[in-house]
């Protein structure tokens, strides 16, 4: 059984532990060598052809892994960036399948519009030299766990997990000259390569990102981050966990080094899978930061630079969790939706015993988890979104007002690739085989608690590296389960009901209102009037569409005791439509709808109190990835998790819009 990691005896062993990870470390460099270069002379580019002033929408994926990162090489993925981005952008690449590195094809149903590629920065240079059996590390017991070819061994695990890790002078040399080197020329090599498929010409075919993964598992919670340039201007060096441990460190760097450098660098970071951050990526503290004045410095720095959150990818959704305490309101069927951190909950807390609620006393900041071992309400975005109405309120700035976003997390390489009917895998030999793929088991790296993640979908005047990071910085951004549905979500006071019946409805709902990620306006009426609509995803050539059911409006607000309040506005298409799939060979049946539109006036509205809301658009069900590698096994071949598997097999794909927010005017 688990002991629970908040008792003092237990707490104290475990972070004796972590620090024991900074033996023989190497001194974090000075913040000068982040500082921002040019990696290629930007030159005035053309309009693009396809440019709409109402804005159009762009799906892609930004976040993914390729062999650079350390466990998809340890999976026996050989892909590098020109991979995922040739995937993305519709070409076949090669997965692992036994011993052989490139054994399976795959190729994506339709190109994304933008891709970036996200590789773990905490190890570029280290697993360059334990590669190079010419290097003065390559010998180190270091470097033989990272060679071992266990993905995930406890040794690097350490290394992101302790509050003063630092790099190995075994591996690194004394004054870890060799891994900063080779850091840096594996960051120029992700670097040429999105330079390569960015296109620049007035085609605008597709959009690449020059980006990194900031991996914090810090006491043992995630707390990762994607780090998104604008241009070809970025840091000369990315900043891992290894040299910043806590995520505000990450934040001044980058403003202070990229923002303020008068360079043109430009970023922004992503968070993800707040899920397993045991309450920790949305926990309302500011440590080293006295006082009202500097926790809102904080609050405005942590608002600029991390303007979306990804609420899904294959770690799970992150958007909300029934049964949390100091949460109120019906339950919301609609949460129960791709769990991963259940299958956490089972390892790391004691068979027959409930998970409990995060510790949240005086020393909660330096509390170790073994991993993901408790329940709490700032683990989850809706919730985080409503405590950011709460600290608006105390501080006079929003730490959590964030736009919301999907992507994959991919580690084969195959960014964007969703598609619940052909899912290849998402771990390289950690996953090859659907045998794999269908058990609920963590004996399977990639067992079945994973699902094929998301896609984030900006709206965009054109497919380009401005456009795109304009619509982010601006939380013009949505997130999907997967499908290309596109949603659209506009607020104002005064929207005529049948601004639905027009041609285009964003022309009229941008000059009488605000798109999603926006503030209200000042009031103008007697409660605010939202356009909510969506288009299905029509599908591709190889894999038809599932219709939409129906559009959802999601309220959150905080009372004075501070409890959290939820409601779930059902404001367009039909619940019981009576759409369903046979189980037998995962054939939709029943009626949905193409495109659905309405407006909706906020019937519980309180001109008082400070509120957020936001679309969630539902597809008809549909069958799970795992229900249709199932059918396509042999009967004598399936496994008993085919036969009573943990999640369901037929899920409710969906959209999720960036929330708007409603202020009270006048003082609070």
């Known amino acids: 059984m688990t002991m629970p990691l908040h008792q003092p005896r237990a707490a104290a062993s475990a972070l004796l532990l972590l620090m024991l990870a900074a033996c023989g470390g190497v001194e974090a460099p000075p913040e000068s060598v982040y500082a921002a270069k040019s990696f290629r002379a930007d030159e005035p580019r053309p309009p693009c052809n396809s440019r709409v002033p109402q804005r159009q929408a762009l799906f892609g994926d930004l976040h993914v892994h390729t062999s650079l990162s350390n466990d998809a090489w340890n999976f026996d993925v050989r892909s590098q960036p020109d991979d995922a981005y040739a995937y993305a952008f519709g070409a076949a690449i090669s997965l692992p ?17 933008f891709a970036a590629v996200t590789d773990h920065a905490e190890f570029f240079g280290e697993q360059a030299v334990c590669q190079d059996a010419q290097a003065a590390g390559y010998d180190s017991a270091f470097c033989d766990v990272m060679r071992s070819g266990e993905g995930r061994a406890p040794q690097l695990v350490m290394q992101i997990m302790s509050p003063f890790s630092r790099r190995k002078q075994a591996v690194c040399g004394e004054d870890g000259a060799d891994c900063a080197l080779r850091s840096e020329q594996t960051w120029e090599h992700i670097i040429a390569a999105a330079e390569r498929w960015n296109d620049v010409s007035e085609d605008c075919e597709r959009t690449a990102f020059i980006a990194y993964e900031y991996s914090s598992f810090r006491m043992g919670s995630n707390l990762h981050r994607n780090v998104i340039f604008r241009n070809s201007t970025v840091l000369a060096r990315p900043v891992s966990y290894l040299d910043a441990h806590r995520e505000w460190d990450l934040w001044r760097i980058l403003k202070e080094q990229c923002l303020d450098g008068n360079t043109g660098c430009d970023v922004l970071a992503i968070p993800h899978n707040s899920n397993i951050s045991n309450g920790r990526m949305f926990a309302v503290d500011y440590p080293g930061a006295w006082g009202t004045d500097r926790q809102a410095e904080r609050a405005r720095l942590r608002q600029q630079l991390e303007p979306v959150v990804e609420i899904m990818q294959h770690k799970g959704d992150s958007e909300c969790r029934n049964g949390l305490q100091g949460v109120l309101g019906p339950v919301d069927e609609l949460c129960d939706f791709e769990r991963f951190e259940n299958l956490a909950f089972e390892r790391f807390v004691g068979e027959g015993e409930q998970v409990g609620p995060c510790y949240g006393g005086p020393l909660a900041d330096w509390v170790p988890h073994l991993g993901p071992n408790c329940l709490d309400r700032k683990s989850y975005a809706r919730y985080a979104l409503v405590e950011g109405l709460k600290e608006q309120q105390r501080l006079g700035v929003n730490p959590f007002k964030f736009g919301l976003s999907g992507s994959t997390d991919t580690h084969n390489a195959i960014a964007g690739g969703v598609q619940e009917a052909d899912y290849p895998g998402h771990l390289g030999n950690g996953d090859s085989s659907a045998l794999q793929r269908v058990r609920f088991s963590e004996e399977n790296p990639g067992n079945a608690y994973n699902n094929p993640g998301g896609l984030i979908g900006v709206w965009a005047e054109e497919n380009s590296r401005d456009a795109i990071f304009d619509a982010l910085q601006r939380r013009e951004v949505f997130g999907t389960s997967g ?18 019946d027009q041609a285009d409805p964003a022309v009229a709902a941008y000059e009488e209102g605000v798109p999603m990620g926006s503030d209200l306006p000042a009031p103008a009426g007697d409660a605010p009037v939202f356009l909510v609509a969506a288009a299905a995803d029509a ?22 005791e501070g409890n959290h309040h939820q409601r779930v506005f059902d404001v367009a298409g039909n619940a019981a439509n009576g759409a369903d799939v046979d189980p037998l060979t995962c054939a939709p049946r029943g009626e949905g709808y193409a ?5 909706w006036r906020d019937p519980q509205f ?21 229900a249709r590698q199932c059918l396509q096994l042999p009967g004598s071949e399936r496994p008993a998790d085919c036969i009573q598997p943990v999640f369901s097999a037929v899920i409710q794909e969906r959209a999720w819009s960036s929330p708007i927010w409603y202020t009270p005017s006048g003082p609070g």
């Open 595 to 599: 495109q659905l539109c309405t407006v």
């Open 606 to 626: 309180n001109s008082a109190e400070h509120a957020v809301y936001y679309l969630r658009a539902v597809e008809n069900p549909s069958c799970r990835y795992s």
């Open 483 to 500: 499908p290309r549905i596109t949603p659209r979500f506009f607020g104002g006071w005064g929207f005529d009901a049948a601004i639905c």
């Open 97 to 113: 399948l036994g011993s052989d590195y490139r054994g399976r094809k795959v190729r994506i149903d339709r190109p994304l519009d």
């Open 539 to 560: 599908g591709s050539a190889r894999f038809p569409g599932t219709p939409l059911q129906r559009l959802q409006v999601i309220k959150g607000w905080a009372d004075e």
